[in-house]
């Protein structure tokens, strides 16, 4: 079985722009969460999605979207693209959604670099 | 909001030594998980604990839950090259805040 699958994987932008990343879970979870991973830290809760319907959001401007498809892909978009958004975007599916996913299945992530 | 300590940032220790973290809540938790991710890679789970004072094993890894539910660690007993990586605790708090990451400790081991 596949399992949490992301693109791209590696993409570079620059300041201003916007970008799109993708995530697809695993199949049978109905829950995506994205996380930014700056570099030497841990992962920062950016939003968790359940049954299509937005269920947390951390603590990220405006600037930052997300949506689930009916077959429970995800994109997360980041509009307006500054120099600090530098990251490991990474994606986790569970089958649970709410505040107790029990445990998350992370993709590889789509590593963003803004110059 | 929800804060997750986590001490050290870094150990480098000898092949066959001893290695434990230490993951500090500033809020009680209704469970904790522990991930490891190695170098270049994603977090991958370890282990939930939910109960208060709770202790569990996974061969050289054992990983405890404090009384009060806002500590837990991970000690590996004789640590090997293959435990390289930095290791996260994460913890959902009784507010039903998400899942919130320390900032990990990166394990070294000098073969």
């Known amino acids: 079985d596949a399992g949490v699958t992301q693109s791209p994987t590696h993409l570079i932008k620059t300041r201003g722009q916007q970008v799109t990343l993708r995530c697809s879970p695993i199949?049978?979870?109905?829950?995506v969460s994205w996380y930014q991973q700056v570099l030497g830290q841990g992962p920062q809760f950016i939003f968790q999605y359940y049954e299509k319907e937005e269920r947390g959001r951390g603590n990220f401007p405006d600037r930052f979207s997300a949506r689930q498809f009916p077959n429970y892909s995800s994109e997360l978009n980041v509009n307006a693209l500054l120099l600090g958004d530098s990251a490991l975007y990474l994606c986790a599916s569970s089958f649970r959604g709410g505040a107790d996913t029990g445990e998350l299945f992370f993709g590889e992530g789509s590593r963003l670099t803004v110059l | 909001g929800q804060q997750v300590m986590q001490i050290p940032q870094y150990q480098h220790v000898q092949e066959g030594e001893d290695f434990t973290t230490y993951c500090n809540s500033s809020t009680t938790l209704s469970n904790i998980q522990w991930y490891k991710q190695r170098p270049g890679g994603h977090p991958v789970f370890l282990i939930q604990?939910?109960?208060?004072?709770e202790v569990k094993k996974q061969k050289r890894l054992t990983f405890q839950f404090g009384e009060a539910k806002k500590n837990s660690s991970l000690h590996i007993t004789a640590t090997q090259t293959t435990d390289v990586g930095t290791y996260f605790c994460a913890g959902v708090n009784n507010a039903g805040n998400m899942l919130t990451f320390g900032g990990g400790t990166r394990l070294m081991v000098k073969p």
């Open positions: 199949s049978g979870h109905k829950s």
């Open positions: 604990l939910v109960k208060s004072g």
